[in-house]
């Protein structure tokens, strides 16, 4: 008996840890009457342009939500900008300004492009949590 249990012990320690993955849920304020929200997770290996986590969130009161689920704990950012046209992208205006409502976690600013991913960067703990983005022109 002592035997198998070592080798159940043994086995056990050989096993890679399995990863402990939570629920984000993205709040966005500063919608206006219009389009969709298109929202990105970003891991810190993405940055903050092409992202693998989407969602697209109608707006109510302003405010919209996207969760995604099974994220691990890491460091995250997050890239958001109101779809007003619907046209697919963000839209720019003669100065190369975005003309539509747009923003990123933590509020990072966005000069001549997108923020430096340390910039946007919230530290998300396995259980998950919410992030908030304030949305704007």
């Not at 709040?27 to 970003?42: E, H, K, N, W, Y």
């Amino acid at each position: 008996m002592p035997r198998l249990f070592t080798a159940a012990l043994f086995v056990a320690l050989a096993l890679p840890a399995v990863a402990v993955a939570g629920t984000v849920e993205v709040r966005l304020t500063g919608a206006v009457p219009g389009g969709p929200v298109m929202v990105q997770l970003c891991s810190e290996a993405e940055g903050l342009m092409r992202c693998a986590r989407t969602a697209q969130v109608n707006v109510s009161n302003g405010t919209a939500v996207a969760r995604f689920e099974n994220v691990p704990a890491g460091r995250w950012g997050v890239a958001a900008f109101q779809d007003v046209n619907a046209d697919g992208r963000l839209g720019f205006g003669m100065m190369g300004r975005p003309n539509e409502p747009w923003g990123y976690s933590r509020n990072a600013p966005a000069v001549m492009g997108p923020p430096a991913f340390r910039d946007a960067a919230v530290n998300v703990p396995a259980a998950g949590g919410v992030i908030p983005v304030a949305l704007g022109l």
